[in-house]
Structures are given as structure tokens and as C-alpha cells.
């Protein structure tokens, strides 16, 4: 009963502000007053990047291009996935090439009997390539988010117009000479 009328006086609440919100809108229709018009936003390529830097997505948040930083962290996410599954493979060969090496009777392998000296190898060889890869796409994405940043920031207010017309005119150049001219205007 109670939590009923909570819900009650809070519907009431909402209603009571639409309407007063409703009215302070017709006041203001029909009431001259100068528009104040809010700026244009104009995003700072150095702001985007620097952000961008320092935390993978936040340039493209400043931007107001949300979508693009959820992509980001997707992509930080498998990245990271991927960097700590192949840092944990090459370790676990990393240690079975070494105690096979060693020849130590304590040590415990845990390919002992399934996969030879020489296949460890290999696969410890394989992970670490896998790793330095992961690395570096990890590494280049990371500069390519900064550097896509810095662009959208410079194309952010770029003018698409409809008025792209192309004129082919005739010219007289100063020393007399006659010929086209081939004028675009944007």
C-alpha cells in the first residue's frame, strides 16, 4: 500500500512539472525576446589527439562520436585477451622446454610423455611469435585511434553543400592570350 502511494505522489510530481514546463513554453512563444543562438561546436584536433593518448577513446568522446570509442574498447578488450592468452602459452612451454632441458628428475613437466623436446620447442617459438604480432597490432591500433581522432576533429564542422557546380568559361590571361578556364565552386 505504501509503495503505491510513493508511486502516486511521484506521478503527480511529473505531471505537475510537464504542465508548468508546458507553460513557461507558450510564454516564451509569445513573448518577443532576442534568440540567443548556442555556438557551433568546433572540437580542437591537439584536445582530441592528447585525449585520445592519454585514454584510448576519449577522443573520440570529445568528438561526440560515442559509437566510435564503444569500438575501441571492444577492440582494447580482445586485444588484451589475446596478449594474456599468448603470454600464458609461451610461458607454460617456456618452462616444459626448459625442465626438459635440465634434465632435472624433480621438475614437473606437464607434456611429459605427450609431446616431444623439439614440438615444445616449436610451440613455444610459435607463442612467442604470436605474442610480439599481438603486440604490435595492439600497439598500431592504439596510434590509429589517436590518429582517428585528430581527423575527425579536423573534418568535424567540414561543409558538405549540395552546391557543387562545375563552369567551363572562356579567359583572357594578361599577355593577351585567349583560352578555357575551368572554375569549381564549392
Given at each position: ?44 584536433a591537439?584536445k ?45 612451454y ?37 605474442l ?5 597490432f595492439?600497439?598500431?591500433g ?26 567551363i ?18
Amino acid at each position: 500500500m505504501m509503495f503505491q502511494k510513493i508511486i502516486f505522489l511521484l506521478l503527480c510530481c511529473l505531471s505537475l512539472n510537464t504542465t508548468q514546463a508546458q507553460d513557461s513554453l507558450s510564454q516564451q512563444t509569445t513573448t518577443p525576446k532576442s534568440v540567443v543562438l548556442k555556438p557551433r561546436f568546433e572540437p580542437d584536433a591537439k584536445k582530441a589527439g592528447l585525449y585520445s593518448a592519454l585514454i584510448p577513446g576519449m577522443g573520440q568522446i570529445y568528438n561526440r562520436q560515442y559509437w566510435k570509442a564503444s569500438i575501441i574498447y571492444v577492440g582494447l578488450g580482445v586485444a588484451t585477451y589475446f596478449i594474456i592468452k599468448n603470454n600464458n602459452d609461451y610461458n607454460r612451454y617456456r618452462k616444459a622446454y626448459v625442465s626438459r632441458l635440465s634434465n632435472n628428475p624433480n621438475s614437473t613437466d606437464e607434456f611429459k610423455g605427450i609431446l616431444s623436446t623439439e614440438a615444445i620447442k616449436q610451440y613455444q617459438d610459435d607463442s612467442k611469435k604470436y605474442l610480439d604480432m599481438t603486440v604490435l597490432f595492439t600497439v598500431i591500433g592504439y596510434a590509429g585511434q589517436v590518429m582517428e581522432a585528430i581527423a575527425a576533429a579536423h573534418l568535424h564542422n567540414f561543409d558538405v553543400s549540395k552546391d557543387v557546380s562545375l563552369h567551363i568559361s572562356p579567359i583572357v590571361t594578361p599577355n593577351q592570350t585567349i583560352g578555357m578556364s575551368l572554375v569549381m565552386n564549392f
